[in-house]
């Protein structure tokens, strides 16, 4: 079992592996899912004169505890839910729930008011069926805001939405008038126009 520190560089490791530079480790993954098998990437990590010791369990341990299920174990096959910002991984168009969240910092508030979620570097704009994902996505970049997506608006407007799993849905954007301020404090929302 790994320690909590060695979990969180190994999570990392993992992230850059499966979801930004595959070919730096000579892992190939597939353009449909962005999986490999669970053997390809540990020798992948083996390699790494750091990792030569882990074992399936670690990799196990890591997918078990992610904060955020960043990661998926399926028939043998390991993948990066999403994130991704190489290749484009292909997900199946889904019915979302009426309201998303996506997390964000108060300095890409206006803008996003402004111009709508744009993916930036990733290859899709994430958002969430709960506050909760939205909050830990959004507070690694300072001042957290959480918006609320309409999401029957935003699917009359032609977005199109791809669950990518545990609450986690995906898109290639979102117009700015379907997006509105959440206040937990308040229970209440701020809409800009």
Known sequence: MLDQASENTLSKLMTKLLRHAPEQFGVE???EDGSC??????????????????????????????DKQRFEIDGGRIRARYGHSHDRVQYVPGEPPSVLYHGTNGKALPTIMKEGIHPM?????????????AA??????????????DTAM??????????????????????????????SEEGEEESYE
């Open 136 to 149: 830990l996505a959004g507070s690694r970049r300072g001042e957290l805001v959480i918006l609320k997506v």
């Open 37 to 66: 098998t669970i053997n390809a990437l540990l020798d992948a990590i083996q390699a790494q004169p750091k990792w030569s010791a882990t074992k399936l369990e670690h990799i196990e341990q890591v997918v078990r505890n992610s």
């Open 121 to 133: 570097s990733r290859q899709y704009v994430h958002l969430s069926e709960g506050t909760h994902f």
């Open 29 to 31: 993954l597939n353009p």
């Open 154 to 183: 935003a699917k009359q407007l032609g977005v199109i939405f791809y669950y990518a799993g545990n609450e986690v849905w995906l898109t290639d954007g979102v117009p700015a008038t379907c997006c509105s301020i959440w206040r």
